[in-house]
């Protein structure tokens, strides 16, 4: 296989509370973004444009959390300005096109809900144990397996993984010496935390 077979998606994690996200749609759908925004970044920056916010849970989430604002107002170039993503949900599609053109012209990246030929990237199924997050995509193909895997992984991940995280973080702060020792040391720890370390697989 090849490096342009299977999904050529370049998986990054955000910190979308040090950046701009314009998230353009009050209703389901819309909440739906927002839910996952707020869930997995809890401080992020974003700005709701919708001509009317049909979810009163869309208004309640605003309310408790100063870092969200609302424009109830049909979707305007201005409302572009100083954003660095752009998350849209709204029934249009005509207006959907409208703003990828202009977010395309802005350097701005862009998601459409339901509509992967309009994405410049893909929200994922989240995976998240306390520091531990895992993200997952079918290429825009198929969220339903991802929401699968998800289930899948969510069981499978041992609940005390976070203090095996901050055990594994304290470990590599005593290390001494260059990275390609630290990480030779770092494989050792975690092949016996899954269990590898013993040759008999017991």
Same mark, same amino acid.
């Given at each position: 296989?090849?490096?342009?077979?299977?999904?050529?998606?370049?998986?990054?994690?955000?910190?979308?509370?040090?950046?701009?996200?314009?998230?353009?749609?009050?209703?389901?759908?819309?909440?739906?973004?927002?839910?996952?925004?707020?869930?997995?970044?809890?401080?992020?920056?974003?700005?709701?444009?919708?001509?009317?916010?049909?979810?009163?849970? !869309?208004? +309640?989430?605003?309310?408790?959390?100063?870092?969200? %604002? $609302?424009?109830?107002?049909?979707? #305007? &170039?201005?409302? @572009?300005?100083?954003?660095?993503?752009? !998350?849209? +949900?709204?029934?249009?599609?005509?207006?959907?096109? %409208? $703003?990828?053109?202009?977010?395309? #012209? &802005?350097?701005? @990246?862009?998601?459409?809900?339901?509509?992967?030929?309009?994405?410049?990237?893909?929200?994922?199924?989240?995976?998240?144990?306390?520091?531990?997050?895992?993200?997952?995509?079918?290429?825009?193909?198929?969220?339903?397996?991802?929401?699968?895997?998800?289930?899948?992984?969510?069981?499978?991940?041992?609940?005390?993984?976070?203090?095996?995280?901050?055990?594994?973080?304290?470990?590599?702060?005593?290390?001494?010496?260059?990275?390609?020792?630290?990480?030779?040391?770092?494989?050792?720890?975690?092949?016996?935390?899954?269990?590898?370390?013993?040759?008999?697989?017991?």
């Amino acid at each position: 296989m090849n490096g342009q077979e299977g999904n050529v998606l370049f998986p990054i994690f955000v910190k979308l509370h040090e950046i701009e996200t314009l998230l353009v749609g009050g209703g389901a759908v819309g909440l739906e973004k927002l839910e996952a925004i707020l869930r997995n970044s809890p401080e992020a920056k974003v700005t709701i444009c919708a001509k009317e916010i049909l979810q009163d849970e !869309i208004l +309640a989430l605003a309310r408790e959390h100063p870092t969200v %604002k $609302i424009i109830e107002k049909p979707f #305007k &170039r201005k409302y @572009l300005e100083g954003k660095d993503l752009v !998350i849209m +949900a709204t029934d249009s599609r005509k207006l959907h096109e %409208k $703003i990828k053109r202009m977010c395309r #012209k &802005r350097h701005i @990246l862009a998601n459409v809900a339901d509509t992967p030929d309009l994405c410049d990237f893909y929200l994922s199924s989240v995976v998240k144990k306390g520091d531990l997050k895992i993200a997952i995509s079918s290429n825009g193909k198929s969220p339903t397996l991802t929401k699968r895997i998800k289930e899948y992984l969510q069981e499978a991940i041992p609940g005390d993984v976070q203090s095996t995280l901050d055990q594994l973080q304290e470990i590599r702060s005593r290390l001494k010496g260059d990275f390609e020792y630290k990480v030779k040391e770092l494989n050792k720890v975690t092949e016996a935390w899954l269990g590898k370390g013993d040759k008999n697989g017991q």
